[in-house]
């Protein structure tokens, strides 16, 4: 099974400070996605990666940036944390290439509340 | 505009009954769709995929169909049981090199005893 696994389950922080989120994933999957969950307005994507140093801008990428150093592991930074950042944030992964069927495999979420 | 509409937002119903979730899309073109299921606190999971040729498909008690047509879908659940309460959610992917998907806000069920 794939497992897609988020540093933290939950997080507070304060306003200006500097917030990383962890993704790992263990299946070797190219594509991952940092996506943010909001009552009402569902999931948003932030940023994406189809490889290892590839990033590419969603939809809501402004005060957010990403690292892909490694294939297994997409992180999410905050350089400022403010409070309408207040929000889950679910990582997900997906086979690429030739084999993408469009699954998302999704971690299980990091709700980050900022003060 | 690529847009995928999901109703009712939010629907209750009493354990043992079925109930039907909708999904309208004008994502074009189209590669395929999927629903996932979203238990509280938890990250959605895929329950099933429905490609541009098939109609329907069953996942247990879970029976997906879909319209290419209309560009309907929709996701009925049979003899409910209290651990089908989470959110619905549709989710359609275009067919392109980045394969970008184009998600429904959800629909919450809520199963009572």
């Known amino acids: 099974d794939v497992k897609v696994t988020q540093s933290s389950r939950y997080l507070v922080k304060r306003t200006g400070e500097k917030v990383f989120l962890e993704c790992v994933q263990d299946m070797d999957h190219e594509n991952m996605f940092w996506y943010r969950q909001d009552p009402g307005l569902g999931l948003r994507l932030i940023y994406f990666s189809y490889d290892v140093k590839m990033k590419e801008k969603g939809d809501i990428p402004e005060g957010y940036s990403v690292s892909r150093e490694k294939k297994e592991r997409f992180s999410l930074i905050l350089e400022s944390a403010s409070t309408n950042q207040t929000s889950m944030y679910l990582c997900a992964t997906r086979r690429g290439g030739h084999q993408n069927t469009g699954e998302l495999f999704f971690g299980e979420g990091s709700r980050l509340t900022v003060l | 505009k690529n847009q995928v509409e999901q109703s009712p937002q939010s629907l209750i119903i009493l354990e043992r009954k079925n109930c039907t979730l909708q999904c309208n899309y004008t994502v074009s073109p189209f590669s395929n769709l999927r629903w996932y299921k979203q238990d509280t606190g938890r990250g959605p999971v895929s329950l099933t995929i429905?490609?541009?040729?098939?109609n329907t498909k069953s996942n247990g008690r879970y029976t997906a169909t879909l319209d290419a047509d209309t560009k309907q879908s929709s996701l009925h659940i049979t003899a409910s049981q209290l651990s089908d309460s989470a959110s619905y959610i549709c989710v359609v992917i275009r067919s392109s090199n980045t394969g970008k998907l184009i998600f429904g806000q959800g629909t919450t069920l809520q199963v009572k005893p």
């Open positions: 429905m490609t541009f040729s098939e």
